[in-house]
């Protein structure tokens, strides 16, 4: 009984605090008991979520956490994320729409016996960035097909020279996988002749942003072989 007693004057006090800080913060804060009951939220809620502070305690989180992502919360619950750590999940908004959520978690524990009092989540919606990042992934899906089914030979390199990216058609000129190509270095591909006037192709580009159109012989692996044999 005093130990219930002590927990819930140690639960009033952080209540108390975190209102005060966060109401108006870009961050919501909830305070859940070790079972992931809701045991308060800051009236930012109602701004960053549209979830109304009050009906929301007495509810388990876990019933506003993606189904996907409730092995996040029970981590938490279970002492297996430690206080300081960073996670992410989707929060249900009341429209039953998904917010990505990135969450600071600090379980409180009571000074006296040690035990957890609660945890304290600090959510900040990351939803934008989270749109942005697959946005920007799938067009990088959609850059890369193109470049691989392309009917033109297309090479990328980056400012060292070493291949980061060849496609189908670069490989059959070539007469390499595109697993070989790429990390070579592109004056591998070239006769010696060649060199100058790819290196002043690059030089135009690193300078002007383009270059004009320049024919360039490409060594294929067969030639180099044979080559050798000859030296020998």
């Keep these: 009984r005093e130990a219930a007693d002590r927990s819930g004057k140690v639960m009033a006090q952080i209540e108390r605090y975190y209102r005060l800080i966060s109401d108006n913060s870009s961050e919501t804060t909830f305070i859940i008991a070790h079972d992931g009951t809701i045991l308060s939220v800051s009236e930012s809620a109602r701004k960053n979520f549209g ?60 000074a006296k016996d040690g035990c957890t009092v609660c945890y304290i989540l600090n959510m900040l919606d990351v939803t934008p960035r989270k749109v942005f990042e697959l946005a920007q992934e799938r067009r990088e899906r959609i850059y890369r097909t193109l470049l691989r089914v392309s009917p033109d030979a297309i090479v990328l390199f980056d400012l060292e020279g070493d ?16 697993e070989d190509i790429i990390g070579m270095h592109y004056l591998e591909l070239l006769s010696d002749d060649q060199k100058s006037a790819a290196n002043q192709i690059r030089d135009d580009l690193l300078r002007d942003g383009f270059a004009l159109n320049r024919t360039l012989e490409l060594v294929r692996p067969e030639v180099l072989d044979l080559a050798a044999m000859d030296v020998d």
Excluded: T, Y
């Design 51 to 110: 979830l109304v502070p009050f009906d929301l305690i007495g509810e388990n989180l876990e019933d506003f956490v993606h189904e996907d992502d409730q092995i996040i919360l029970r981590g938490v619950l279970g002492g297996k994320i430690r206080g300081g750590r960073k996670v992410e999940f989707r929060l249900k908004g009341p429209q039953k729409q998904w917010f990505s959520c990135e969450s600071s978690v600090s379980p409180i524990e009571d």
């Design 163 to 178: 291949i980061i990216m060849a496609n189908d058609r670069a490989s059959e000129i070539v007469g390499m996988p595109r």
